[in-house]
């Protein structure tokens, strides 16, 4: 098992630049989750699917963000346009459906925005 | 927004005292207490999941507690070694994906 795989690992964009971060769940997991960790909030949760589809996604700042989860093994969260105070890490996690199931981060995506 | 609340928000202790934190949540809609462990420069990772009152875990040196009639979990660390320096997260599951994070208590053994 190799775990939830995100990359890139680290992004440098410059403002107003479309930025686009990838996630690949464990197999079998069916819920996943976007997490941002900042200085200020710590881990706030962006947005999450279930069995691919969107539940919630009060978490997204405003339109400049978006998700997707084409398929059961691939999710995508794209900003455009970024902004410098779009830096932070960002967290992918997925969990399987038993009850007591935790989560499972990925590594995270360091985005840097200037 | 439901208010995860964790207790200390540091701790420095020396190699060999055991320590312990708190993590206090709403006593109502409770599904879950997850325990996460946190490296500096890496990915939050799974301690413990508790779903019952009275529920206690251990794994090693590390054991948790929880009360969901009182709202509380404490985390202990027996025997603190440096390699427990992390930062220690709480989550209350308030259904089967909501997840509400503490803002982690951030243990720093000295040898």
Same mark, same amino acid.
């Given at each position: 098992?190799?775990?939830?795989?995100?990359?890139?690992?680290?992004?440098?964009?410059?403002?107003?630049?479309?930025?686009?971060?990838?996630?690949?769940?464990?197999?079998?997991?069916?819920?996943?989750?976007?997490?941002?960790?900042?200085?200020?909030?710590?881990?706030?949760?962006?947005?999450?699917?279930?069995?691919?589809?969107?539940?919630?996604?009060?978490?997204?700042? &405003?339109? +400049?963000? #978006? =998700?997707?989860?084409?398929? @059961? /093994?691939?999710?995508?969260?794209?900003?455009? !346009?970024? &902004?410098? +105070?779009? #830096? =932070?890490?960002?967290?992918? @996690? /997925?969990?399987?459906?038993?009850?007591?199931? !935790?989560?499972?981060?990925?590594?995270?995506?360091?985005?840097?925005?200037? | 927004?439901?208010?995860?609340?964790?207790?200390?928000?540091?701790?420095?202790?020396?190699?060999?005292?055991?320590?312990?934190?708190?993590?206090?949540?709403?006593?109502?809609?409770?599904?879950?207490?997850?325990?996460?462990?946190?490296?500096?420069?890496?990915?939050?990772?799974?301690?413990?999941?508790?779903?019952?009152?009275?529920?206690?875990?251990?794994?090693?040196?590390?054991?948790?507690?929880?009360?969901?009639?009182?709202?509380?979990?404490?985390?202990?660390?027996?025997?603190?070694?440096?390699?427990?320096?992390?930062?220690?997260?709480?989550?209350?599951?308030?259904?089967?994906?909501?997840?509400?994070?503490?803002?982690?208590?951030?243990?720093?053994?000295?040898?």
């Amino acid at each position: 098992d190799a775990g939830v795989i995100q990359s890139p690992r680290h992004e440098v964009t410059e403002m107003g630049q479309e930025v686009t971060l990838r996630c690949k769940p464990i197999s079998g997991h069916n819920s996943l989750f976007w997490y941002r960790q900042t200085m200020m909030r710590g881990l706030e949760l962006l947005i999450y699917f279930n069995n691919n589809v969107p539940i919630d996604d009060s978490g997204m700042p &405003e339109d +400049r963000f #978006s =998700a997707k989860m084409p398929n @059961a /093994s691939f999710s995508t969260l794209k900003i455009q !346009p970024s &902004e410098p +105070r779009d #830096s =932070a890490v960002y967290f992918c @996690a /997925s969990r399987g459906q038993e009850y007591n199931s !935790p989560l499972h981060f990925g590594n995270g995506t360091r985005l840097t925005v200037t | 927004i439901l208010n995860v609340e964790q207790s200390p928000q540091s701790l420095h202790v020396q190699e060999g005292d055991s320590t312990n934190f708190t993590c206090s949540f709403p006593s109502s809609n409770f599904y879950a207490l997850h325990w996460y462990r946190w490296e500096t420069a890496k990915s939050p990772e799974a301690l413990f999941v508790m779903t019952l009152n009275g529920d206690e875990k251990k794994k090693g040196r590390i054991s948790a507690t929880l009360n969901t009639k009182e709202g509380y979990s404490y985390l202990y660390i027996k025997g603190s070694q440096p390699e427990d320096s992390a930062t220690y997260l709480c989550a209350f599951l308030y259904n089967f994906n909501k997840f509400y994070f503490g803002s982690g208590t951030k243990l720093n053994v000295k040898p």
